[in-house]
C-alpha cells in the first residue's frame, strides 16, 4: 500500500465513522483527487458541502472534479454558486480560481457583487486578519490568536494563519476526533507524526 493509499483508508474511515466530520469528507476529498479517483471525491466534496455550505474552497474542488468526468453542466452550476459564496464571505483565492474555471468552460466570468477600494481590497474588510483554515466560517471577520499556542515555530506558524476560532474548533473538537478516530498514541513518534499532519493540513498550513 502506497503512502497516498494509506491516507486515504485513514479518512476514509474517519468519515465512515462519524458521517458527520467535515474534515474526514473534505481530507478525503482532496486525496481521492490527488488519486485521480474524481467520481468518489466529488461525492465526498458533495457531503462536505452538505455539512459547510459555505465551505467556498469545496466547490472549487468539486467543480474541477466534475470538469474531469465531463460533467460540465454540473460544474457550471457548482462553480457559480461557489462563486457567489466566496464573494460574499471575501474569499478571494477560491473565488479567483472558480472564475478561471468558468471561463475555460466558455462561461462569461462572473462579476463580484462586492465593492472593493482602490488598492483591492474589498469593503468592510473585518478585522484585517485572514485565518487560512478552508472552511473557515468568520471570513473577513476572523480573529487573530493572542498570542501563539506554542513556543515554536508551528505555534508561531498557527498565530500568524489561524483565528482564534479555527483554533478552538481544532482543539475542542477536530483534534479529539482525529486521536479518536485515527487510533493516535501521542506517546509515539509516529503517532505525534500524524497527528501534526492532520492538523496542520485541517488548518492550511505548509510543513
Known sequence: MTQLQERIAQFRK???DDPDNELGHFRLGQLLMEDLQFD???RSFRRTLELSPQFSKVYQLLGACLIKLNRHAEAVKVLTTGFA???ERG???????MSK??????EPPPVSQRGTTPGGAAAGAGTGFRC????CSSGAHAHQL?????????GRKIFDSVCADCWEYWLRNLS?????EMRLDLSTERGQEVYDQVMCETLGLDR
Do not use: F, H
Not at 132 to 135: K, L
Open 14 to 16: 474517519m468519515a465512515n
Open 40 to 42: 468518489e471525491a466529488s
Open 85 to 87: 459564496v466566496a464573494d
Open 91 to 97: 474569499d478571494t483565492v477560491p473565488r479567483d480560481e
Open 101 to 106: 474555471l468558468l471561463v475555460q468552460l466558455g
Open 132 to 135: 487560512q483554515r478552508p472552511g
Open 146 to 154: 493572542p498570542k501563539p499556542p506554542m513556543a515554536d515555530e508551528l
Open 176 to 180: 479529539i476526533k482525529v486521536i479518536n
